[in-house]
């Protein structure tokens, strides 16, 4: 069997009963694009391959997870005073950095595993909601010289 584009998860397990990543991925028809991103437990930048979205068949940055701990620094806090979170803190911890926070608030923020993950966001001033503790200065003019990624194939079973 030859699964052409972006699979399901579903469809992936057919040819490997063992995935147990929450995302899909595929082959892509470029070795390097800027949907790539290096992580924990995988080394898929310029390796010709990247996750994707079954539903749209677009290729796209892996999921954001939160560190398992991880440290605020007073310039990170409007509070001014830095402080040690676990994993993606509650309301009521992110409080004690960011004043902002009320019990109404849902969302928090946290330090995510990876430089670029795909549920970053971009505030107003143009900095990042959730930002990877490991940003190399060398990294943008990379990933500005990438293009987009397209879904060619994932396996052969």
């Known amino acids: 069997m030859s699964l052409g584009g972006c699979p399901t998860l579903e469809q992936i397990r057919l040819c490997d009963p063992d995935y147990d990543v929450v995302q899909p991925w595929c082959e892509t028809n470029e070795a390097r694009c800027k949907e790539q991103e290096d992580g924990p437990g995988d080394t898929m930048e310029g390796m010709g391959w990247a996750y994707c979205d079954a539903d749209t068949q677009i290729t796209e940055l ?13 310039s990170d806090c409007s509070s001014g005073v830095g402080s040690t979170f676990f994993a993606c803190p509650s309301t009521k911890a992110i409080q004690s950095c960011d004043k902002a926070y009320t019990s109404d608030d849902e969302q928090t923020w946290c330090m995510t595993t990876r430089n670029r993950c795909r549920e970053q966001t971009v505030k107003d001033d143009g900095t990042e909601d959730m930002v990877g503790s490991t940003m190399r200065s060398t990294f943008l003019p990379l990933f500005c010289s990438r293009i987009a990624c397209l879904c060619v194939r994932v396996c052969v079973c």
């Open 62 to 74: 892996p999921a954001c997870e939160c560190q398992s701990s991880w440290w605020a620094s007073s």
